[in-house]
C-alpha cells in the first residue's frame, strides 16, 4: 500500500513544485527587469569613485608631489618657468601602470588633481593608454598676458629706475659742485 | 468543391483549358511548399525572439533590445543573415552523406507534419482524414534525423546526444499517442478541421476539456510528452549544453545547424496547434461564434477570426512551454525514463479508459 501512496505522493509533489516554480518564475517576468540599457543609461556613479585623472591645469604648479607619491611612477611631468607663469610641456598618466589608488590626490597642495568617473576607455593600441591630462601645451593665453604684462612692468619699472637715475644725474650736474661720479664711466 | 487542397483549387478555377492535371498538382504542391516554408520560417525566427524576450524577463533583464529599432524585433532576421554567412563544415571523421541528409530529414519531416494543420476552418495544404495520425508519424521521423546526426558527426558527444534522443523519444512516444487517444474517443474523428468544427457549441467553448472530465488531465499528460518530444527543457538531454556541448548537433554550423534549431521551434509549433485544436477548442471561441453570427459563416473576416485564434491559442502554448524552460531544471536521463514509463503511461491509460467508460455510460454512446 505504502508503494501506492509514494506513488501518488511523488505525482502530487512534481505537480505542486512544478506550479510552485512558475509561479516565481511567472512573478519574475512580470516585474520591470532590473538591468540597465548601459551605454544609454548608466546607473549614478558614487561621489568617492576612483576613475580617470582629471587636472585642473590652471591650479597646477608642477611641484611634483603627486609624481613622488606615486606608487608605481605612472605620472610624468615636465613644465618650463617664465617667472611665475609655466609653460606646460608635458603631463602623462600612464594608465597600463595605474592603480588607481588615489594617493596622488591627496598630497597636491593646489589640489588640483582629482580621481573623475569615467571608466570605460577601452582602446585598441597600448600606447593609446598613456592619457594627456593636459588640456593645453605651452602657455595659456591668460599666462602670456600676464607674462607680458609682468614683463611690461618690469620694463616700465626698469625705465622708471633709469629716468630717476638720469634725474639725479642731472640734478647733481647743475648743482656743479659735488664730485663727478660719471667721470669713471665717460 | 474541395480537392483536398485551396491552392489546386485557385488553379484549377484560373487555369486555361486544357492545362494537363498532373502540371496543375505540381505547381499547387510547389505554391504550397513555398508558403509552408515561408509560413514556418517566420514563426521559427519569431518564436526565437519571444524565447530571448521571455527568457529576460524571467530572468529581470531585457532581452534583445536594439537590432531594428523596437525591442530588438529583427534580432532573429540579423541571426538568421549570420548563420547563411558561416563557414559550412563537414569534419574529416563524419560519413558525409548521411551528415548532409540528417538536417534535411529532420526540417523535410516537420514541414510534412506542419502541412496536415489547417490555418482556417477550410483553408489547408492538405486535408488529410488521418491528420493526427499523419502528424504523429512525421513528427517521429525527426527522431531518425536526429540519430542519422549523431551518428555521423563522429564525435562523442553527438552519438551521446543521438543515444538519448532515441531512448527519450521511444519512451514519450507512447504516452504522447495514448494521451491523445483520450479526446480522440471524444471527437470520434483523427481530422483536425472536424475536430475542430466538432468543438462549437456553446458559444464556441464546447472544448474536449469541458466535454469529457479524462480530457484536461489527458492534456496535461499530453503537454509533458510533448515537451519531450520537442526536446524542450526540463527534457532537453538529447542537447543538454551543459554536459554534451550542444549534443547531437555539436559538430553542425551555419545553415546546417539552424535546420536543427528551426525545427525545434517547429515542432514546438506543431505541438501546441495540435494541443489546441484537440483539447483547447482549434478554431472555437466566444470570438469565432461571434465573428461568425456577424459576417455569416463562409465570410473571410470570421475565417480570419477563426484563424487568430487558433494562432493565439497555439502561441500560449509556446508560451507556456518556454515558461516552463526558464523554470525547471533538467531532469537526469534515469528521471526522464522512470518519468515516461512509470508515471506517464500508467496515467494517459487511465485516462484512456475513464474517459472510455465516461462516454459509454454517461453519454451512452457505446
Known sequence: MS?????????????????????????????????????????????????????????????LACARACPVDCIEMDAVRHGKELEWVKFTIDYQKCMFCELCVYPCPKDCIHMGNEFAFVTTDRSELHHDLLSYKGMSREARIRKREAEEKKKKKAAAKAAKAAKEAQAAETEGDPPQPTEGEA | ??????????????????????????????????????????????CVWMERKVAGHIQCRYGPMYVGGWHGWAQSIADGVKLLLKEDMIPI????????????????????????????????????????FFILAMSSMTTIGVVMAGWASASKWTVYGAMREAAQVVAYEIPLGISLMVPL?????????????????????????????FVLPAFALFFISALAETKRAPFDL??????????????YSGIRWSFFFMEEYAAMFLMSVVAAVFFLGGFESPFTSLARDVFGEQHFLASLTAGLVLLVKA????????????????????QVMTMGYKYLTPLALLCVLGASIFEALWLGVA
Open chain 2, 185 to 213: 474517443i471524444v471527437a470520434g474523428t483523427f481530422n483536425l478541421n472536424e475536430a475542430s468544427a466538432l468543438q462549437s457549441g456553446w458559444y464556441g467553448m464546447h472544448w474536449y476539456i469541458f466535454q469529457n472530465p
Open chain 1, 3 to 63: 508503494v501506492v501512496a509514494s506513488y501518488i505522493n511523488n505525482i502530487v509533489s512534481g505537480v505542486k513544485s512544478t506550479l510552485v516554480g512558475m509561479r516565481i518564475t511567472g512573478k519574475y517576468f512580470l516585474k520591470k527587469p532590473i538591468t540597465v540599457q548601459y551605454p544609454d543609461e548608466r546607473l549614478p556613479i558614487p561621489n568617492r569613485y576612483r576613475g580617470i585623472h582629471y587636472l585642473e591645469q590652471e591650479k597646477c604648479i608642477n611641484c
Open chain 2, 93 to 132: 571523421g563524419a560519413d558525409r552523406p548521411l551528415f548532409v541528409l540528417a538536417p534535411a530529414l529532420v526540417l523535410g519531416s516537420i514541414f510534412a507534419a506542419l502541412a496536415a494543420l489547417p490555418l482556417a476552418p477550410g483553408v489547408f495544404f492538405a486535408d488529410i482524414d488521418l491528420g493526427l
Open chain 2, 238 to 251: 538529447p542537447e543538454a549544453e551543459s554536459e554534451l556541448v550542444a549534443g547531437f548537433m555539436t559538430e
Open chain 2, 315 to 334: 502561441f500560449g502554448g509556446i508560451f507556456l512551454m518556454m515558461w516552463l524552460r526558464w523554470t525547471l531544471p533538467r531532469v537526469r536521463i534515469d
Open chain 2, 1 to 46: 468543391m474541395n480537392n483536398g487542397n485551396i491552392f489546386l483549387d485557385l488553379l484549377v478555377r484560373f487555369a486555361p483549358e486544357g492545362t494537363p492535371s498532373w502540371l496543375l498538382d505540381l505547381s499547387a504542391a510547389g505554391v504550397g511548399v513555398g508558403i509552408l516554408v515561408a509560413m514556418v520560417s517566420v514563426i521559427a525566427m519569431f
